[in-house]
């Protein structure tokens, strides 16, 4: 009798445990946004109005503490002449600072993270997304940017500033952007997880290129986003505002779509990270 009811209570634990066991492997390869806070992540090129307003709604307002980081270009050196500070000001920015330097030992320093302390916002320029990678990943200053969106402020960037949001870097070579996978340059920020993102996609006719890293990686979300484009992120909840589209590229879709592998949202349309669905209309 003990043999009879051992055997099914055996296998009940085996099962709950294995369920268990699952449960938490989905959670960990699902594709989540930020916890608190929001996301402008754009494509590359010029910065429509709605863009600026959205980023500016989402610091808190124009005269929100806003940080620059150029460290994705290609200079040494950086002051407050630098174009991205100077496109906030235009924009009607009052309180906008820089932080820039390619050394991770100045990046790890109290002194240098202090400025990121009180931000409501952090703002990532173009460029080659390694060198903000190789700069700031496992220092204080990346500590800090995290901080940003715990206190529920925004994260943003252009092309390179874009790119580096993602948990997965794509074009993070030093040699040159046409290498999608680099190893020791695969890392980025992270803002989104188990997500990749790419940039200029339609400008550039880039709407191939993701293919390989979800065949690789097939438990990333690819993201495409065209110029003069921008994905506004808050939750798991991904809109399309701007000029142009943006691409989800998802490797299960191959059953339903074929080769595409991918979804297209155009501005006002949103998508779910998660589940990786199209959103109904609002």
Known sequence: MKRRTFVPLLTAALLVQGCATLERLVGQSATLGPAKGSLIIV???GMPKVIFDRFFE????????????PTAGSDAD???????????????????????????????????????????????????QWRLADAY??????????????????IGGSSAGATIQASYLVRGAPEGNHIMMAPGHERGFGYIRNCAIDQHLLAR??????????????????????????????????????????LFYDIALEKT????????????????????????AK
């Open 58 to 69: 989402a610091a808190g307002g124009r005269d929100a503490k806003i940080v620059v980081v």
């Open 257 to 280: 779509v074929g080769e595409k592998f991918y979804t297209t949202l155009d501005p006002g349309e949103r998508y779910d990270l998660k589940t990786r669905r199209k959103l109904p």
């Open 43 to 45: 494509g590359g090129g």
């Open 137 to 154: 990943i496992g220092t204080k200053t990346e500590v800090a940017f995290h901080d940003v969106l715990k206190r529920c402020g925004v």
């Open 78 to 128: 950086y002051d407050e002449s630098t174009s991205s500070v100077k496109m906030f000001k235009r924009a009607g920015a009052t309180n906008v600072h820089l932080l820039h330097t390619h050394d991770p030992k100045v990046a790890d320093s109290d002194e240098f993270v202090a400025v990121l302390s009180d931000a409501k916002a952090v703002w990532f320029g173009g460029g080659r």
């Open 205 to 246: 006719k880039r709407e191939n290129d993701m293919l390989p890293v979800i065949r690789k990686h097939p438990h990333l979300l690819g993201i495409g986003i065209d110029e003069s484009t921008a994905l506004f992120v808050r939750g798991n909840t991904a809109e399309v505002i701007g000029k142009s589209k943006v």
